[in-house]
């Protein structure tokens, strides 16, 4: 399981913090998924049912609506900046190459998605988790004093224990809201999941959304659960239920069949701008690059993939070499960084070791010279040829080779020659 930083614009141009979750396969289809009422992205509800949700092949963008978690700018806007920033999150997601066609809201996220289903011409499913049939359902938990609230005056309020600010507009604005006619012209496939004990938002609200919505339409029991789905077996559950829902109305990319990986594959995985997906025979990772440069910051970068086959290569061979000698090495430790080349100085690879053990001075310059012998480290230093060919289309693994005993035999190398200094 992998997630990434995705922060975006709302549309007042305040940042949103968002997390993108991804299963350690291919993302097949993408989506939005909107936290519950003053929560945040990292509610267990928002957390549990993403990752659940990417498990199964769909990627999902959880962010914190404005002026709650990490997000910039004032909340209390009401349910309208809630579907603009539902909006601001899909459209952000199909710029970085990752469309969504999934909406999924939970209590008053879902009455978000929705009223924001109609301003998204790619959105093909909305599921939507212990979700209000009216807006107004929120008011009966906030002080009623504030309806007597002065127009452009905010007042202290405590929502589920947490201080909030909130004034008459915010009253204003969930009263003008009209659910039913959204939920009626929604036009698109609708799952409504609901738990007959949710003493939060009744039972009765899923009736009234799921009569008001036309086919395609489903409803299913999230027997026992609570209304914030604290258990990891509810959300676990709604998620491989809205997963297996979404598969009949979702455009799922093609699942390619991957042959046996010799070498190392890299392919693009359609995620942002620099995003790969490297497969090698033993495990599978992303790649990218940092979000200052156009990236998701979703994994390391080549230069630090780089770094890291020397530090790797470093701390295998003193190993190897320390064994030989029976020495008490307990632990390498190898911190690699990189400095790119300008016209006057060529790359350059800081590295620095710390042998943990009861080694004395002699055996520890010993182990610093060794480390400057490992097979990565003269292969940056001395050169290496580079062969590129064309691969057929439809071979994508064709031809390339890569022998890991090759590695340890170069590393033995090394230590048998030091042996005789």
Sequence with gaps: MTHSTFDFENSSGRALSGVLERGDGPVRAW???AHCFTCDKTSLAATRVSRALAAQGIGVLRFDFTGLGESEGEFGKGLSG????????AEAMAAAGMPPQLLVGHSFGGAAVLAAA???DGIKAVAVIGTPFDAEHVLTHIDPALKDVPAGQRVPVEIGGRAFELGADFVRDIQGQNQKTRIENLGRALLVLHSPV???????????IFLAARHPKSFVSLDHANHLLTRKADSDYAASVVAAWAGRYLDFAAE???APVQGVRVE???AGKFQVRVVTPSTTFLADEPVSVGG?????SPYELLSAGLGACTAMTCRLYADRKKWPLERVVVEVGHTAKTASERDRFMRKIAFQGGLDEAQHGRLLEIADRCPVHRTLAESATIETERLPDDQPD??????????????????????GG
Excluded: K, W, Y
């Excluded at 603009?84 to 999150?89: E, K, L, N, T």
């Design 82 to 89: 809630d579907i603009q920033d539902v909006v601001c999150a």
């Design 118 to 120: 109609g301003a998204l």
């Design 296 to 300: 998701l910051d979703s994994g390391p």
């Design 398 to 419: 064709a031809g390339v080779e890569t022998s890991p005993e090759d590695h340890v035999h170069r590393m033995q190398e090394v230590c048998e020659e030091a042996n």
């Design 31 to 33: 989506a939005v998924f």
């Design 268 to 270: 693009e995985t359609g």
């Design 198 to 208: 949710d003493e939060i938002v009744s039972i009765d609200n899923a009736s009234g």
């Design 256 to 258: 390619v069949a991957e």
